[in-house]
C-alpha cells in the first residue's frame, strides 16, 4: 500500500493541501482562497475560521478526491503564513480578535514611540530583527490593549498566542498542543535566536505574559497527534516551518552561501549562512532558518511585502487582466527600458527600506505608454525589490550569484529573464515548484525516518530551467539606478 505525507500550506490569499508521495514527488492538491479584510488604511485582517475552514476542507479534500485512507498518511507537515497572529481563548479555542496579517501597519504608532538606539540595539541583537509592525510581537500588544478584557485574561493564564502553525497544530490536535517550531518563533520579535528560548526582557518590553507563548519545538519533530475526529485516525504532525524557511529547506539549500527567492504574495530572499548568525548592516532580517537535533542553521533574509500581490492589484484593482497568466504574452514585446516605473509600496516598502509610510505610484508615464507598459512596470518591480536585497547583502558581504525561486510568479519566463538581467545573476527554476510544501514535507519524513540525511534530500533537487543574463553592466546600472529614483519620489 502506497504511503503518502500530507502538506498543509496556509498562505496569506489561500490554504492548500498537498500530497507527496515517499519520492518527494506531489500527487495532488486541494486550494482555497479566503476573503481579506480591509477595516482600516494599512490594516489586514483575516477570520481564524476562514484559516481553519479552508485548511480542513482542503486536507479531508485531497485525500477524499484520491481516495487515500488515513492509514496511508505517515505524517503531516505545516508550512504557514510567518508573523500573522492569533490569540484565543485557552478553555474554549475561540480567538478574541481577528488574525492580524504580517502586512498590517496598525502599530506604526506603538513602533515608532517604543524607538530608541538602546531599544533597536536590543531588539536587534536578541532577535535578529528590526523594531517594525511586521512582526508578531506589537501585533500581541495591539489586541491585549485593544479587545476588552484582554489584557486580565492573559495576565491570569486564559489566553494563547500563537502565529499560524500553532493555531492549525491546536485546532488538529483538538486543542491538546499548543507548540511551534523555531524557524517561526523566530519571526515573533520575542524569541532569542542565540540562547533558543523565549526572551524575558522582551517579553517584559511589549508586555506580554510567558504563559501566552508556545513550546518551541525543532523544525522536524514530533509535534503530536491530530485529534482522531479530523481524519478518522489520529496522524503525526512530524514538520512545521514558516513558509519561507519551508522554500529554502525544499529548495536543498543546505550549505552556506546558497540562496532562494520566493516570488507569493510577497518576495523574500533568503541566503544560508550556516551555524553562524550574521548581523546585517543594511537593515537585513537575521533568522533561524531551520533546525535539526537542536542545532539551529541560521539565513539573512530580505523581505518583501509586495510581489505576486502587485499582480492582484492590476489584475483586481485596475482590471488590467482577466488573470495574472495573461501578463507574459501581453509584455513579450515590451523593451526593458521603457521608461514606466511602478513602486507598489502600498503598504509602506520592506527591506532595506522599511518605510512603512511610504504609499505606491505609477512614474514615468507618457503619452506613448499604455497597458501592457503598466504591466511590464509591474513585473519589474518584483525584480527591482529582489535587486534591492541582492545589493543590501552584497554591502553586507555576502553575494547570492545563483537564485533558486520558487512561488507563483516563476512560471512567467519573462519575469525570470529580466530577474537575471536585472540581478546580473543565474536564476534556477526547479522541476518541483511547490517548494514550500515540499520542504515541510522533506521536514516530516526526516523525523518519520522515510529521509536519513539532508544530504540525500540534496540530490532530490532538479533543475528544469536555468536562465542566465543577457544585458551587460551598463544597461543594468542605468535601469537600477532609475528604479532608485522612482523609490525615492514615494518615501514622503
Known sequence: MQNYILSIDQGTT?????????EGQPVASEQQSFTQHYPQNGWVEHDPQDIWQTVLHCSRQVLARQQIDPE????????????TTLVWDKHTGEPVYQAIVWQDRRTTAYCEALQSDAVNELIAAKTGLLLDPYFSATKIRWILDQVPGAAERAAAGDLLFGTVDSFLLWRLSGGTVHRTDATNASRTMLYNIHQHR????LLSLFGIPAAMLPEVMDSSADFGLTAPEIFGKPIPVYGIAGDQQAALFGHACFDTGMAKSTYGTGCFLMLNTGDKALRSENRLLTTIAYQLNGKATYAIEGSIFMAGATMQWIVEGLKLLRHAGESEAMVKDVPLDHGVFLVPSFTGLGAPYWDPNARGAILGLTRDSGISSIVAAALQSVGYQTKDLQKAMERDGIRPNVLRVDGGMVKNNWVLSFLADILGAVVERPQITETTALGVAYLAGLQAGIYQSTTQLASMWHCERRFQPSICAGQRNHLYHQWLHAVAKVRL
Open 14 to 22: 489561500s490554504s492548500r493541501a498537498i500530497l507527496f508521495n515517499l
Open 72 to 83: 496511508q498518511v505517515v505524517a503531516i507537515g505545516i508550512t504557514n503564513q510567518r508573523e
Open 198 to 201: 523565549w526572551d524575558d526582557e
